[in-house]
């Protein structure tokens, strides 16, 4: 049977639930995200705020600029992860392959639902009839038969809207489109194409695949395949207990609890990213040391609530360091992982039990806002610095 996929993306999604909960604010520019005061950026703005030319990632104090009448409000994770859950929930009725991306997005295989269901573009359109009359949200859809043009798809007749490509359609439907809608393609990429006078998927699909990998290695194979309409990638719906790790071995041992934890650092940013990009939280966190003489241990600390912020996981981390390591042991492996995986959409949590939601939110924006950096820019742009300090140097932390 040939594959159908639906790339499913709610329409701008945290502004969206907020003018339904407050119906006084349908039609007006509604912007959502941090305070100008705490130097915070846009989550989303509504379709009507978006005309101002306000969008994700701008700094608050610029949007104000842009939409000074705009309805400013703060983000509620909480309720937007609440919906996102019955969102999530109205996909599985149909499908359980289901691969969420984000909160409000996520991609469907209905291959095997046709027999069920009727044909995937049925199943399409009963899915936002369903998000519109259970939740009172509009969703955009795209359906076609792998995950990029499904994706692609989606965001071609936004909002509230439906988009179909079929195989024989590839050339024209998508072959027109700007290389910059391609994922995967950041801004250096593109403008390097664009010098040598490619600019549109059609023109990139019809260069020598060789010249491409010269170019941009095997990333560049990689697009010339999609841009041909061949995309492997199977969805993968998240099966409960996976983990995501990273680990790395010395070419010599390292001795030295500064520099392993420098290294702990970029691999629990790595580990936090996966998460992040594949829409899943875990609770715990572990660490794994190996010795020269090949004796490992591996020992884990759980979390009071799921996460993919970069913050608590390298300080359960460094608690787990400063517990099991003593500065000055030779050390041949060191890796993290973060494993009772949830997807972020089925996590709701009594987060005001803590009282600490403003510092949580605080650090999923910055999170948000450096996967955007690092994905716009083509990756690795921005890193977060670690200061090393004179006291770690010296090992003077290593006591505690
Ligand atoms: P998107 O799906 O990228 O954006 P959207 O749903 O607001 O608008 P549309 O899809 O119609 O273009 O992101 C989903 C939510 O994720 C968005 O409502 C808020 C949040 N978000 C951020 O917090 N920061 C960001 O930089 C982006 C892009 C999104
Ligand atoms: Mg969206």
């Not at 705020?49 to 400013?72: D, L, Q, T």
Request: aromatic share 6%; with cysteine; charged share 25%.
């Amino acid at each position: 049977m040939k594959p159908a996929i639906l790339h499913v993306d709610m329409d701008a999604f945290f502004a969206a639930v907020e003018q339904r909960d407050h119906p006084e604010l349908k039609g007006l520019p509604v912007i959502v995200g941090g305070s100008v005061e705490g130097r915070g950026v846009v989550s989303t703005a509504s379709y009507e705020a978006r005309k101002f030319g306000v969008h994700s990632a701008m700094p608050m104090a610029e949007a104000h600029r842009r939409c000074p009448n705009g309805i400013y409000l703060p983000v509620n994770m909480k309720k937007y992860r609440a919906v996102s859950h019955q969102i999530m929930e109205i996909f599985q009725r149909f499908t359980p392959e289901v691969e969420a991306i984000s909160l409000d997005e996520a991609f469907l295989d209905v291959t095997g639902s046709q027999r069920l269901f009727g044909p995937a573009e049925e199943i399409g359109r009963e899915l936002k009839r369903l998000i519109a009359a259970e939740l009172h949200l509009t969703a955009s859809v795209g359906l076609s038969y792998n995950k990029f043009l499904a994706k692609l798809a989606s965001d071609l007749d936004k909002p509230d809207g439906f988009y179909r490509i079929l195989p024989e359609e590839l050339e024209a439907k998508v072959w027109p489109l700007s290389i910059r809608r391609m994922m995967g393609v950041g801004s250096k990429t593109a403008q390097l194409l664009e010098q040598m006078g490619v600019t549109t998927i059609g023109q990139l699909a019809r260069m020598d695949t060789g010249l491409l990998e010269h170019l941009l290695g095997k990333q560049g194979v990689l697009m010339h395949q999609v841009a041909n309409g061949v995309d492997e990638r199977k969805v993968e719906p998240v099966r409960e207990s996976k983990s995501v790790g990273r680990e790395t071995t010395f070419p010599q041992d390292i001795r030295q609890q500064y520099l392993l934890e420098t290294i702990l650092f970029t691999l629990t940013d790595e580990v936090c990213h996966t998460l992040r990009s594949n829409g899943l939280k875990g609770k715990t966190v572990s660490i794994k040391i190996r010795y020269p003489d090949f004796h490992s241990i591996t020992r884990a600390i759980t979390l009071e609530r799921y996460t993919a912020s970069f913050e608590p996981v390298f300080a359960a981390v460094q608690q787990l360091m400063a517990r099991n390591y003593k500065d000055g042991t030779a050390v041949r492996l060191i890796g993290i992982t973060v494993s009772n995986l949830k997807p972020d959409g089925q996590i709701v949590e009594q987060q005001n039990l803590f009282g600490d939601t403003a510092m949580v939110e605080k650090q999923e924006e910055l999170n948000r806002v450096l996967d955007r950096i690092n994905g716009k820019y083509g990756g690795d742009t921005v890193h977060r610095a670690r200061k090393i300090t004179e006291r770690e140097k010296t090992g003077e932390l290593s006591a505690e």
